[in-house]
């Protein structure tokens, strides 16, 4: 069994992303530039924004962030995405969900400018992506993809069981992994709260991803000797006893399945380390015009 070293990757990303942007800066050109909308206070969106905030720090990108109290709104939520869309100076944002229920959140998502979308949530990335043109990769299936790129794990023909199908990580990644590329030229099933025989599923899966939201719902009878797991999961459980009264852990049980896997990623230390890079690559590619040219 190998750990995959999510924290290794991110920061070798990390470092080829401020080689860039030192690049960018020698020829004349500025920084690019991430802005960030935060509505509300609730604390693990505060965490992970403050981490993007911090990430575009490290390497050296301008960022912005916006934050409103909980009781904005729509029509104020829409006024601010409508600036940062017209504002130049500004390459992308995102606008972190989830939303107090007043707010429609599929309406705020049309609301931004797909070149600007850097979070890859608008249907015009979302369809892009399913069709393999170019777009913004929704920030979790890219961490997967480089993930899986980096450990140089073979993809071709190999069965890839998804469980999740959520619009975030799911979904995309199923279609990702399916699709005639490297990564890609699996067999993926996707598998969620209805599926039946759900164990035989993941027990046929050479590459499994769990996104599920259920702490180490994936257990080591589960899975085939010698899988991949990919842990999306996040969550957080009581620890009585701990610092801070409760730990972090994914949606699966890294004890009893690390032995059993080839490879596999930790929680924390795996696919979320990745995650706020892929942002990173996102907004470089949008400063760049890599994506829609004008
Ligand atoms: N909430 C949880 N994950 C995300 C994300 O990747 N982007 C945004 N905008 N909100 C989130």
Do not use: W
Not at 24 to 45: F, N
Not at 63 to 68: E, N, R
Not at 126 to 152: D, H, K, S, V
């Amino acid at each position: 069994m190998n750990i995959i070293d999510g924290k290794k990757l991110a920061s070798d990303i990390r470092e080829e992303l401020s080689r860039e942007v030192q690049e960018i800066l020698r020829s004349g050109g500025r920084a690019p530039h991430l802005a960030a909308v935060l509505v509300g206070a609730d604390p693990a969106s505060q965490v992970y924004v403050r981490n993007k905030v911090r990430s575009c720090e490290k390497v050296g990108f301008r960022s912005t962030l916006v934050q409103k109290p909980a009781d904005i709104t729509e029509s104020e939520l829409l006024a601010i995405v409508d600036g940062l869309n017209r504002d130049e100076s500004v390459d992308g944002f995102i606008v972190q969900l989830p939303l107090p229920r007043h707010i429609n959140e599929e309406k705020i998502t049309l609301a931004i400018r797909p070149d600007k979308d850097v979070d890859g949530f608008h249907p015009v990335n979302f369809g892009r992506m399913a069709q393999g043109l170019p777009c913004y990769l929704p920030a979790t299936p890219a961490g997967i993809l480089e993930m899986i790129r980096r450990y140089e794990i073979p993809t071709d023909g190999k069965e890839v069981v998804v469980v999740g199908r959520s619009n975030i990580v799911g979904t995309p990644i199923s279609i990702l992994l399916s699709r005639k590329a490297y990564p890609g030229n699996a067999t993926v099933t996707m598998c969620h709260s209805r599926t039946k025989g759900l164990a035989a599923h993941i027990h046929r899966a050479d590459i499994l991803v769990a996104a599920i939201g259920s702490p180490e719902f994936i257990r080591g009878d589960m899975v085939k000797p010698g899988a991949v797991v990919i842990d999306v999961g996040m969550n957080r459980v009581e620890a009585p006893g701990s610092e801070t009264g409760y730990r972090l852990c994914g949606d699966v049980d890294f004890e009893s399945v690390a032995p059993k896997a080839s490879l596999i990623t930790p929680v924390p230390g795996g696919v979320g380390q990745l995650t706020v890079v892929s942002l990173l690559v996102n907004t470089l590619k949008a400063a760049r015009r890599e994506v829609y040219r004008d």
